[in-house]
């Protein structure tokens, strides 16, 4: 009796383990997460949620958030961030600030607001001045610097995770559901 409680026990630690983050293999395109009695936010607790991208090409993500009041209407930060090595996230795409307090709100967070900054730096070229070449005889040849913010075309992240973080002592959230999309960027 004593090994089937262990195995029963160990069976029901793996299944919690699962419930806890999402693996997208390679074939697998949409996931749900659905809320358990813990993912719940408030001001002295950060809630994360893990996902694993088995990817072998450029990805766009986009994240249907369902959650559920408890608060006074103080902000909740979310964020979509994905990382290398599971430990060092970046931000991918803007954050969401909600702020509600009626019962149910949905929202998402995507990657295809993300964007990256190019700049193209002065050029200089080499002029002789009377007197023979010297450290004075550079021509500038573009004095200004030219910025361009263009959509990223995808992301190849192997983990990303959804971030909520309460910024009052009232942003209360329960997190019903995490609908995730991954579509193939071209």
Same mark, same amino acid.
């Given at each position: 009796?004593?090994?089937?409680?262990?195995?029963?026990?160990?069976?029901?630690?793996?299944?919690?383990?699962?419930?806890?983050?999402?693996?997208?293999?390679?074939?697998?395109?949409?996931?749900?997460?659905?809320?358990?009695?813990?993912?719940?936010?408030?001001?002295?607790?950060?809630?994360?949620?893990?996902?694993?991208?088995?990817?072998?090409?450029?990805?766009?993500?986009?994240?249907?958030?369902?959650?559920?009041?408890?608060?006074?209407?103080?902000?909740?930060?979310?964020?979509?961030?994905?990382?290398?090595?599971?430990?060092?996230?970046?931000?991918?795409?803007?954050?969401?600030?909600?702020?509600?307090?009626?019962?149910?709100?949905?929202?998402?967070?995507?990657?295809?607001?993300?964007?990256?900054?190019?700049?193209?730096?002065?050029?200089?070229?080499?002029?002789?001045? !009377?007197?023979?070449?010297? !450290?004075?005889?550079?021509?500038?040849?573009?004095?200004?610097?030219?910025?361009?913010?263009?959509?990223?075309?995808?992301?190849?992240?192997?983990?990303?995770?959804?971030?909520?973080?309460?910024? !009052?002592?009232?942003?209360?959230?329960?997190?019903?559901?995490?609908?995730?999309?991954?579509?193939?960027?071209?």
């Amino acid at each position: 009796m004593k090994k089937i409680i262990a195995i029963l026990a160990l069976f029901l630690a793996v299944l919690t383990v699962q419930a806890q983050s999402l693996t997208f293999g390679l074939n697998d395109f949409r996931k749900t997460y659905t809320g358990v009695a813990g993912d719940t936010l408030s001001s002295a607790r950060l809630l994360t949620k893990s996902i694993y991208v088995d990817k072998d090409y450029f990805y766009h993500v986009n994240v249907q958030v369902e959650a559920d009041s408890a608060g006074d209407a103080s902000n909740v930060t979310a964020k979509l961030q994905g990382s290398w090595d599971n430990t060092t996230f970046y931000d991918i795409g803007s954050a969401v600030t909600w702020y509600e307090a009626a019962a149910d709100t949905v929202f998402s967070l995507n990657s295809f607001t993300n964007t990256g900054t190019e700049s193209t730096a002065a050029h200089y070229i080499l002029a002789e001045n !009377a007197g023979g070449i010297d !450290a004075s005889d550079s021509l500038l040849v573009s004095a200004a610097l030219t910025t361009v913010t263009k959509t990223v075309p995808g992301l190849i992240y192997p983990y990303l995770r959804v971030y909520f973080l309460g910024a !009052a002592a009232g942003a209360d959230m329960k997190l019903d559901k995490l609908r995730l999309r991954i579509i193939k960027a071209y």
